[in-house]
């Protein structure tokens, strides 16, 4: 940072600007920016040194020889009857897929779930409309789940540990001695250690467990969880979690440190009620204000956001009642004498906005709501209560869908209480599933050590991890698409789970395993096991209490078809307001030294998702970095230490210390660190292991004012780079004609709602621009394909990018291929900041194929392999590109992609050649092959699809009739599809709205993809 200003020759440009490279005018930006490719990216392709064969297809194809050559020489067992395909189950059809409601079991908020299916194989997994919550949306994660289940690093068979390594047995053995521990457990503890659970079923297997074998105890816990929050609301409420909040009835909100639009619970139902209230349809925009310590998701999408370190919150919260007070508001909260405008003065907080958020609260009472993040201090968190009870904003709490808890959450004491009556010798047997306390969990706890002291470690796994590594025994179990189950985090409905493919290996499900264990014989396993008892349960003790009409086994059928049983429960609400709990708040403290937040990856989450490339390989919708993480710093700060990004430094935290790469956040504030949790695993599969730094390391259960923050931390420049790789700056515009590109053509178009009310076709007169053309024109009589996407609605989230993948087959090129400038997603999220680094503005842009009328990438290719359809779509013709890559020289936009390698052969050795990864690949779209140019095709797959059965129908194409993966993965409703012809859709209000406006519109190319542009809800015209 100090070097890039001091190579600067003029003062930095308030304009748009993705990175500090480009706002400083930098050496290496500035050549970076004349080359139309990124320089090496061309470099090193030589065909003659790659492998025509991975050592991992060598090693697949020599072991299926050896099994064929096997046979030959023994007696083969006769596997039952061949049963011919033509002979094939009723519902499924050749080359058509087939769809099964389930429920997403990756987190504790339980989506529901829409898996597509190809012949008897998932292919995708997309949100189901009828789910209450979720509402036919879910997450990247969930989106990118799907890869799990085929990955090739899933454990195929039961291990046990001789000395210090694993060895394979057969579950019969496995059984057999487990049985042998558990019934001669003399009275000693059985710990059973697990997630959060969700499913009615699986605690009434742990219950039988119980009573089966008394000395047993279920653990549940999550490495990151709202612990805090829900004490804090215990004690001002009596009882029950913090619920769901109407977010689309707030038109104040206040949120302090709180992400509640990209990490916070459940992100799927509060994007979506957010979104609804910032719809320039209804011209409904309700106003967010945002104090953090670091920029966020939610504060990219903030109207006013001040900078503040999450150790000063509690300060600012009691400096906010004190002038909230003295404007009537009656808040029954000790403010130990702050005073806001000192505190304003002290830290550089906007005296002006300051005063508007002041005079938001009073005058919207009842319609405002303030948020606090899960990992501030519980006295934070009483105080918010008090604030929002006595502005009359409880009313915005949900209850008609209230939080349920199936079992409760552990809290850390106890399990560090767990952990020391390991260390005593007091448990005779730990079960691990699912779950990695030896990574997640606090280092001082010991969790590692203490396993020694333990008779016997087991861990259910479906991928090996750093528990399992040291446990005894390691048992695969099926993933969530093998599964049976049932959940229930809400009242008012249940969300119903059923495979929709047989076991790929040799593994059981965690709760069939239990019950074989309960009843001691190993025999008595079979594979529908747990689905009789999952069907006994509900027809026993569920299905009584609903008074369905239907007979059970109907309801039973209904039930699984439609993923959700809707009942006549009632939430009962959240209980009376204790008046007296904010007395015990205590007076806060001063702070020192660097403030060090802990907050989880907006990709692989707490680590369960490490070993998934397609999330390891998503922009960080931030910093635009992948494949890692680091330190974020604010500008000041690193400057203070000499810092510059990619530079190592130290942070300790009490007898913890962590060296990582810094990364120059814009926005973060001072004297403040934030790193996210979830990488640098030792043990975390092919992709995932030896990824980013382990930051759990800096994990403790002492000195911190929440298990995820603490104060008084050191920091020190350490010596020594790390490269932090970046998806962003190469499609950058800041050099000689270019300068200022976002501002000049208009690549980003914002205003205010004010300034909207006064003039609301105010975008429409700044744009005025030729229509001459050298095209002849071109009348599109039938149905012509459009997006549009709000901007309004857009959070820069990501999960958009991510179903692209999955849907289109697109490969993971890895960590040193998107250094390059190699990355391969058809869909890209552009951040710009605007303004100072200290305080900027962000604007996000989802950008992929425009499919120009007047495409200039078409004229340029020498064997017509990029063309156009008689619908307005941009076609590729993979087997005629030779791969000139002219189209992309002459694209705008560079939202074309270039084979240089056969990735899925390149990276990791081959890991996604794996015979089992073929089964992933959606066949309704080109696996493409090395030196060819690739781009989004708007879905034509879908299209096609959508067009056979119109046909079949005897019925004409409607643009509603197709949903792009993009679209239908948006938890916003940002992005909309359709007939630009048809006046009669919805599509067509977007496509004509007088906000929409095209990326470089005065180069006339006629783009086919609608912005509608973004409105500041501030209180002046300046945006």
Same mark, same amino acid.
């Given at each position: 940072?100090?070097?890039?200003?001091?190579?600067?020759?003029?003062?930095?440009?308030?304009?748009?600007?993705?990175?500090?490279?480009?706002?400083?005018?930098?050496?290496?930006?500035?050549?970076?920016?004349?080359?139309?490719?990124?320089?090496?990216?061309?470099?090193?392709?030589?065909?003659?040194?790659?492998?025509?064969?991975?050592r991992r297809k060598f090693l697949a194809l020599l072991g299926a020889s050896a099994a064929i050559a096997g046979t030959s020489c023994t007696d083969y067992r006769d596997k039952g009857e061949i049963v011919p395909y033509n002979k094939k189950p009723e519902e499924i059809l050749?080359? !058509?897929?087939?769809?099964?409601?389930?429920?997403?079991?990756?987190?504790?908020?339980?989506?529901?779930?829409?898996?597509?299916?190809? /012949?008897?194989?998932?292919?995708?997994?997309?949100?189901?409309?009828?789910?209450? =919550?979720?509402?036919?949306?879910?997450?990247?994660? #969930?989106?990118?789940?799907?890869? #799990?289940?085929?990955?090739?690093?899933?454990?195929?068979?039961?291990?046990?540990?001789?000395?210090?390594?694993?060895?394979?047995?057969?579950?019969?053995?496995?059984?057999?001695?487990?049985?042998?521990?558990?019934?001669?457990?003399?009275?000693?503890?059985?710990?059973?250690?697990?997630?959060?659970?969700?499913?009615?079923?699986?605690?009434?297997?742990?219950?039988?467990?119980?009573?089966?074998?008394?000395?047993?105890?279920?653990?549940?816990?999550?490495?990151?969880? $709202? /612990?805090?929050?829900?004490?804090?609301?215990?004690?001002?409420?009596?009882?029950?979690?913090?619920?769901?909040?109407?977010?689309?009835?707030?038109?104040?909100?206040?949120?302090?440190?709180?992400?509640?639009?990209?990490?916070?619970?459940?992100?799927?139902?509060?994007?979506?009620?957010?979104? /609804?209230? !910032?719809?320039?349809?209804?011209?409904?925009?309700?106003?967010?204000?945002?104090?953090?310590?670091?920029?966020?998701?939610?504060?990219?999408?903030?109207?006013?956001?001040?900078?503040?370190?999450?150790?000063?919150?509690?300060?600012?919260?009691?400096?906010?009642?004190?002038?909230?007070?003295?404007?009537?508001?009656?808040?029954?909260?000790?403010?130990?004498?702050?005073?806001?405008?000192?505190?304003?003065?002290?830290?550089?907080?906007?005296?002006?906005?300051?005063?508007?958020?002041?005079?938001?609260?009073?005058?919207?009472?009842?319609?405002?709501?303030?948020?606090?993040?899960?990992?501030? %201090?519980?006295?934070?968190? =009483?105080?918010?209560?008090?604030?929002?009870?006595?502005?009359?904003?409880?009313?915005?709490?949900?209850?008609?869908?209230?939080?349920?808890?199936?079992?409760?959450?552990?809290?850390?004491?106890?399990?560090?209480?767990?952990?020391?009556?390991?260390?005593?010798?007091? =448990?005779?047997?730990?079960?691990?599933?699912?779950?990695?306390?030896?990574?997640?969990?606090?280092?001082?706890?010991?969790?590692?050590?203490?396993?020694?002291?333990?008779?016997?470690?087991?861990?259910?796994?479906?991928?090996?991890?750093?528990?399992?590594?040291?446990?005894?025994?390691?048992?695969?179990? $099926?993933?969530?698409?093998?599964?049976?189950?049932?959940?229930?985090?809400?009242?008012?409905?249940?969300?119903?789970?059923?495979?929709?493919?047989?076991?790929?290996?040799?593994?059981?499900?965690?709760?069939?395993?239990?019950?074989?264990?309960?009843?001691?014989?190993?025999?008595?396993?079979?594979?529908?096991?747990?689905?009789?008892?999952?069907?006994?349960?509900?027809?026993?003790?569920?299905?009584?209490?609903?008074?369905?009409?239907?007979?059970?086994?109907?309801?039973?059928?209904?039930?699984?078809?439609?993923?959700?049983?809707?009942?006549?429960?009632?939430?009962?609400?959240?209980?009376?307001?204790?008046?007296?709990?904010?007395?015990?708040?205590?007076?806060?403290?001063?702070?020192?030294?660097?403030?060090?937040?802990?907050?989880?990856?907006?990709?692989?989450?707490?680590?369960?998702?490490?070993?998934?490339?397609?999330?390891?390989?998503?922009?960080?919708?931030?910093?635009?970095?992948?494949?890692?993480?680091?330190?974020?710093?604010? %500008?000041?700060?690193? $400057?203070?230490?000499?810092?510059?990004?990619?530079?190592?430094?130290?942070?300790?935290?009490?007898?913890?210390?962590?060296?990582?790469?810094?990364?120059?956040?814009?926005?973060?504030?001072?004297?403040?660190?934030?790193?996210?949790?979830?990488?640098? !695993?030792?043990? #975390?599969?092919?992709?995932?292991?030896?990824?980013?730094?382990?930051?759990?390391?800096?994990?403790?259960?002492?000195?911190?004012?929440?298990?995820?923050?603490?104060?008084?931390?050191?920091?020190?420049?350490?010596?020594?780079?790390?490269?932090?790789?970046?998806?962003?700056?190469?499609?950058?515009?800041?050099?000689?004609?270019?300068?200022?590109? %976002?501002?000049?053509?208009?690549?980003?178009?914002?205003?205010?709602?004010?300034?909207?009310?006064?003039?609301?076709?105010?975008?429409?007169?700044?744009?005025?621009?030729?229509?001459?053309?050298?095209?002849?024109?071109?009348?599109?009589?039938?149905?012509?394909?459009?997006?549009?996407?709000?901007?309004?609605?857009?959070?820069?989230?990501?999960?958009?990018?991510?179903?692209?993948?999955?849907?289109?087959?697109?490969?993971?090129?890895?960590?040193?291929?998107?250094?390059?400038?190699?990355?391969? *997603?058809?869909?890209?999220?552009?951040?710009?900041?605007?303004?100072?680094?200290?305080?900027?503005?962000?604007?996000?842009?989802?950008?992929?194929?425009?499919?120009?009328?007047?495409?200039?990438?078409?004229?340029?290719?020498?064997?017509?392999?990029?063309?156009?359809?008689?619908?307005?779509?941009?076609?590729?013709?993979?087997?005629?590109?030779?791969?000139?890559?002219?189209?992309?020289?002459?694209?705008?936009?560079?939202?074309?992609?270039?084979?240089?390698?056969?990735?899925?052969?390149?990276?990791?050795?081959?890991?996604?050649?794996?015979?089992?990864?073929?089964?992933?690949?959606?066949?309704?779209?080109?696996?493409?092959?090395?030196?060819?140019?690739?781009?989004?095709?708007?879905?034509?797959?879908?299209?096609?699809?959508?067009?056979?059965?119109?046909?079949?129908?005897?019925?004409?194409?409607?643009?509603?009739?197709?949903?792009?993966?993009?679209?239908?993965?948006?938890?916003?409703?940002?992005?909309?599809?359709?007939?630009?012809?048809?006046?009669?859709?919805?599509? *067509?209000?977007?496509?004509?709205?007088?906000?929409?406006?095209?990326?470089?519109?005065?180069?006339?190319?006629?783009?086919?993809?609608?912005?509608?542009?973004?409105?500041?809800?501030? *209180?002046?015209?300046?945006?």
């Open positions: 940072m100090s070097d890039i200003k001091k190579t600067s020759s003029q003062n930095p440009d308030p304009h748009y600007w993705q990175s500090f490279e480009e706002l400083y005018n930098s050496k290496e930006f500035i050549e970076l920016n004349q080359n139309e490719f990124k320089e090496g990216v061309s470099e090193n392709i030589d065909a003659g040194g790659m492998s025509a064969l991975s050749p080359g !058509r897929p087939n769809y099964y409601a389930s429920t997403c079991m990756q987190c504790e908020n339980a989506c529901g779930i829409l898996v597509r299916t190809r /012949e008897g194989r998932p292919i995708k997994l997309d949100g189901n409309l009828d789910h209450p =919550v979720s509402k036919g949306k879910i997450c990247a994660q #969930g989106q990118a789940s799907i890869m #799990g289940l085929y990955d090739p690093d899933r454990l195929k068979n039961p291990k046990k540990k001789l000395d210090t390594r694993l060895i394979d047995i057969n579950w019969k053995t496995a059984d057999e001695e487990i049985y042998f521990e558990l019934i001669n457990s003399g009275g000693s503890e059985i710990a059973i250690i697990t997630n959060k659970i969700v499913s009615p079923t699986t605690k009434e297997v742990l219950d039988q467990f119980i009573e089966i074998y008394p000395s047993a105890k279920v653990y549940s816990y999550e490495p990151i969880n $709202n /612990e805090v929050r829900n004490s804090a609301w215990e004690k001002c409420y009596g009882d029950g979690e913090y619920p769901a909040i109407k977010w689309n009835e707030a038109k104040v909100i206040l949120s302090l440190d709180s992400d509640f639009l990209g990490s916070s619970n459940n992100k799927i139902e509060t994007a979506r009620l957010y979104a /609804e209230g !910032r719809d320039v349809m209804n011209k409904n925009f309700s106003r967010l204000y945002t104090v953090e310590g670091n920029l966020s998701v939610t504060g990219m999408n903030s109207d006013y956001r001040f900078r503040l370190r999450p150790d000063l919150q509690m300060n600012f919260i009691l400096a906010l009642t004190s002038e909230l007070n003295k404007r009537g508001a009656g808040i029954s909260l000790d403010t130990f004498g702050m005073d806001l405008k000192n505190f304003a003065d002290e830290n550089a907080l906007k005296l002006e906005t300051i005063d508007h958020l002041v005079n938001d609260l009073i005058s919207n009472k009842g319609k405002a709501i303030l948020h606090a993040g899960d990992h501030l %201090p519980e006295d934070v968190h =009483v105080a918010i209560n008090t604030i929002n009870h006595a502005l009359g904003n409880d009313v915005l709490y949900n209850n008609k869908y209230v939080m349920n808890s199936v079992q409760p959450l552990r809290t850390f004491e106890e399990i560090q209480l767990l952990t020391s009556r390991m260390k005593n010798g007091d =448990v005779a047997v730990a079960i691990h599933i699912n779950t990695n306390p030896v990574y997640d969990l606090p280092g001082d706890f010991g969790y590692t050590e203490a396993l020694k002291s333990v008779g016997s470690a087991i861990s259910f796994v479906e991928v090996e991890n750093e528990t399992s590594s040291v446990s005894n025994y390691v048992l695969p179990i $099926n993933n969530q698409l093998e599964s049976w189950g049932d959940a229930k985090t809400r009242s008012g409905f249940y969300s119903m789970q059923q495979p929709v493919i047989s076991p790929l290996y040799d593994t059981r499900q965690t709760e069939s395993i239990l019950l074989t264990w309960m009843d001691g014989d190993p025999a008595f396993y079979n594979d529908k096991v747990y689905h009789s008892f999952l069907i006994k349960n509900w027809e026993q003790k569920i299905y009584p209490s609903l008074n369905h009409k239907l007979d059970f086994n109907r309801f039973w059928n209904g039930a699984l078809h439609d993923g959700i049983v809707i009942t006549n429960e009632k939430g009962k609400g959240i209980g009376s307001f204790n008046v007296n709990v904010a007395q015990n708040i205590k007076t806060p403290n001063s702070v020192d030294g660097f403030s060090l937040q802990l907050k989880e990856s907006y990709a692989v989450r707490d680590g369960r998702f490490a070993n998934n490339g397609w999330l390891q390989e998503l922009p960080h919708p931030v910093s635009k970095i992948v494949w890692d993480n680091y330190a974020a710093i604010s %500008p000041t700060s690193a $400057n203070e230490l000499g810092l510059n990004s990619n530079d190592l430094i130290e942070v300790t935290n009490g007898n913890s210390s962590l060296k990582i790469p810094v990364m120059i956040q814009p926005g973060a504030a001072d004297d403040t660190i934030t790193i996210e949790l979830g990488y640098g !695993r030792t043990n #975390g599969g092919t992709v995932g292991t030896g990824i980013g730094f382990n930051s759990f390391s800096l994990f403790t259960s002492k000195s911190g004012l929440t298990p995820f923050l603490y104060s008084g931390v050191n920091v020190k420049k350490n010596g020594g780079t790390y490269k932090l790789v970046t998806s962003q700056t190469i499609y950058a515009f800041n050099e000689g004609i270019t300068k200022d590109l %976002p501002e000049k053509r208009k690549i980003i178009q914002e205003g205010t709602v004010n300034q909207y009310s006064k003039d609301p076709s105010f975008i429409k007169h700044e744009n005025h621009y030729s229509d001459l053309t050298v095209y002849p024109p071109i009348e599109y009589k039938g149905v012509k394909w459009g997006m549009a996407i709000d901007m309004n609605k857009c959070l820069g989230c990501g999960e958009c990018v991510v179903a692209c993948n999955v849907e289109n087959n697109i490969p993971v090129v890895g960590k040193e291929q998107v250094d390059e400038g190699r990355d391969m *997603h058809w869909l890209r999220v552009d951040r710009y900041y605007t303004g100072a680094p200290e305080e900027p503005k962000v604007s996000n842009q989802v950008l992929i194929c425009q499919h120009c009328d007047n495409a200039p990438c078409e004229n340029v290719c020498p064997v017509v392999a990029t063309t156009h359809s008689p619908d307005g779509l941009n076609q590729m013709v993979y087997n005629r590109c030779v791969g000139t890559r002219y189209c992309s020289n002459n694209c705008p936009y560079k939202v074309r992609r270039f084979n240089y390698f056969n990735y899925r052969d390149y990276f990791k050795d081959g890991y996604q050649e794996s015979p089992v990864f073929a089964l992933l690949q959606n066949p309704e779209v080109t696996v493409r092959s090395r030196g060819v140019m690739e781009k989004c095709t708007f879905c034509v797959q879908r299209i096609s699809d959508a067009r056979a059965e119109a046909t079949k129908e005897n019925r004409e194409l409607k643009g509603s009739d197709v949903k792009t993966a993009c679209q239908e993965a948006c938890g916003t409703n940002a992005i909309q599809f359709g007939d630009i012809n048809n006046e009669k859709e919805e599509f *067509h209000k977007y496509r004509n709205h007088e906000l929409g406006y095209y990326v470089l519109e005065e180069i006339n190319i006629k783009p086919n993809v609608t912005y509608i542009a973004r409105l500041r809800n501030t *209180h002046s015209e300046e945006s």
